[in-house]
């Protein structure tokens, strides 16, 4: 049944399906969620504007802001381990679909957040020791700059190289296209650092 499933004249319905079903995971806005739990006003007024941890991080909460990182983790770890039983393929276009979920998220007029965190669970449900080298790397980048758009790069940067590296080919292309994203929404805060005016923790 599966084989038939993912045969490639059937193929494409099933991977839209882990599509669309990964963006309504990725969707989820836990850090709007949790700002609201713990009174902390409306996130998209706060600080960058972001929806994602770091910004939560920001209003002093770290309760919130550690939650808000396991929900956009969790969403995207979530989103692959749901369709792996149909193969790697649809397990990738799931985790690719949650990133879309969480960068433009229905439910808050498709304004969302950055993405990194989403990015770090997908790459630990496809693969978990890429994925904890992946995090290992963002957060020794973080800690050592004190920038956390450093640390997310960083890790994009290093995704294809580290899965090549653990020979999981399959997912070399993917941790391209999910790093050239994480790249294109830290484009204001690559401005910001080539003007020396990039925030730091």
Do not use: C
């Amino acid at each position: 049944m599966l084989h038939d499933i993912m045969a490639p004249e059937r193929a494409l319905p099933w991977l839209a399906l882990a599509f669309a079903a990964g963006y309504a995971l990725g969707a989820l806005p836990f850090g709007v969620l949790w700002a609201r739990v713990f009174g902390l006003g409306d996130l998209r007024q706060t600080g960058s504007g972001n929806i994602g941890a770091t910004n939560v991080l920001r209003t002093g909460n770290r309760v919130a802001a550690l939650l808000t990182l396991i929900g956009d983790g969790g969403k995207g770890a979530v989103a692959v381990l749901l369709f792996l039983g149909w193969g790697d393929l649809a397990a990738q276009s799931a985790g690719l679909g949650a990133v879309i979920g969480h960068l433009f998220p229905i439910w808050l007029r498709f304004r969302g957040g950055k993405g990194v965190a989403t990015f770090l669970g997908i790459a630990l449900a496809l693969h978990w020791p890429s994925g904890l080298a992946m995090l290992a790397v963002w957060l020794a980048a973080q800690r050592l700059t004190k920038v956390s758009a450093l640390g997310a790069l960083a890790a994009a940067t290093s995704g294809p190289l580290i899965f090549w590296g653990f020979a999981r080919l399959e997912a070399v292309l993917l941790m391209i296209l999910l790093g050239a994203i994480m790249w294109l929404t830290h484009l204001s805060n690559i401005r910001r650092l080539l003007r020396g005016a990039e925030n730091r923790f």
